[in-house]
């Protein structure tokens, strides 16, 4: 049986203008589209996302947020009177973007979608499941930063988001070889 994560697999295409295919130089001829499994691999492992959102007034928000990434859809929460919980009620599109900040070596990654409220308590258990998995003793030692956000989603003192990408992108970078993928789904 198929799991959400394989049947949801993206159509993937290197953008040659963004990529060193059209820049030739050592090892350039070579470059490919980033497979996706390789994106959920640093998905699962990012510790620190970006959430950019807009305001009602239309200017961008962008904060840090942790995440999980599980089963095809990357999870975070906020304080429903956060700013992000207020933009995001205002208009649900966003983008949550990782990956490094070295020239030469890495892959950043960009997911887009619509942020929706998690309510279902079973899947609320999956995804506190996976923060804690993730996250180890930042979420379950009582001195961990974040020490009882499962059962802050529980009560409901925060909103649990879901984002399943509709497009991301994949900026690589090896020793000087630039690669852009974009994945639809």
């Known amino acids: 049986m198929p799991t959400e994560e394989s049947a949801r697999q993206p159509t993937a295409e290197l953008d040659a203008r963004y990529s060193s295919a059209l820049n030739p130089r050592p090892g350039a001829a070579g470059a490919t589209v980033t497979e996706w499994a390789e994106a959920q691999r640093l998905l699962k492992a990012a510790e620190i996302f970006w959430l950019s ?33 207020k933009n995001l009620a205002h208009d649900a ?10 020239l030469t070596e890495g892959l950043d990654l960009v997911i887009e979608g619509k942020a929706e409220p998690v309510a279902d308590p079973a899947t609320l258990e999956k995804v506190i499941a996976a923060y804690e998995a993730k996250y180890g003793a930042h979420i379950t030692s009582p001195e961990g930063t974040f020490h009882g956000i499962g059962d802050a989603f529980r009560k409901g003192d925060v909103v649990v988001f879901a984002v399943a990408p509709a497009t991301a992108y994949g900026f690589g970078r090896d020793d000087g070889v630039y690669t852009h993928t974009r994945w639809t789904f």
């Open 53 to 85: 959102t807009v305001r009602p007034d239309d200017r961008l928000h962008v904060t840090p947020v942790i995440a999980a990434w599980h089963d095809g859809v990357l999870y975070f929460s906020t304080g429903t009177g956060e700013q992000k919980a």
């Open 93 to 102: 599109h966003c983008a949550l973007t990782t990956g490094g900040n070295s």
